[in-house]
């Protein structure tokens, strides 16, 4: 058999394949930073509620307070108001480009300040700890940015003036409060927001290397649960997937870290405010080996986990 045609057609293959795979990735770089580029032009607010909290807005619907049967609160509240309802659009834009970071880490350096913005906020999305000194690069940067728009503090009915509802921001806020909610310890000067380049280089020390902790899962849990109790339905689904990624660690931290994130810190008497029951938390409890409970409850270390 004459293996030179075979193997002519398999290089030449091989070369338009790899062509286009080089192609492709370039594309999505730039697809990326078109899309953030638009997204800078169309969208008026960057709301910390919704993009870090992940919590809707709840401004005074055009349509009143009446929610349709059909709706969930978190859907009703996220349209009801065209404000609102382009926070979750935005939202929705930053998720569905986070899986190409390393055309985000670019960004982060464009001199669009709203496309530093967004970059961050399509970096935070991605609910890894491991993205943390990226965000924490830009916590000195000065230039304004888009505005914070939040719920109004008014006890006032009906839509409210504009000026009640956002409030001028700039880059680096935007990343000390991601860094915040991430539980970056601040330095206890102003809000509990401010956290400083030397704050986090002090947080780093104890999480340089890991791919996981405790206290990234109880992030990722508060996104999940968006801090309310009862617990909403339509949270559901982000719960599940927080619980099935805790579930792929190895033991023992994979209990350590479900009894960390997953017992209540206060006593509970509706099951709605819990994320898992008490018999649940007591049989992750039994998963760990009697010694180690004793280690725990003496103080000693049980993890190499800093939380």
Known sequence: MNLKPL???TLVLGSFLLGNCR????DGGNTVQTRLEQMAQT???FSLSVIIRNQPLRLWPAGGWTKPATMSYREWAGTANPLAAEQVRLAGELRAVNGNRDALVALLNDANPKVRTLALGAIFQRED???LPLIAGLVNDSAETFPDLHDSVSSAGGVRPLAELETLQTVGRVAQVMLAFWQVPGHGLGPREAVSAKDFAKYWKKYAGRNYSASWFAVKMARATQ????IQRECRPDIHRVLAEMNALPMPDRALIQLYVLAPGWFESEPDDLIVSDVELIALAKKLRPNLLLQFLQGQKVSDDPD
């Open 227 to 230: 801090q309310t109790t009862p």
């Open 7 to 9: 193997l002519s057609i």
């Open 43 to 45: 969208y008026s607010h």
């Open 129 to 131: 700890g491991r993205d």
């Open 23 to 26: 192609e492709a990735f370039a």
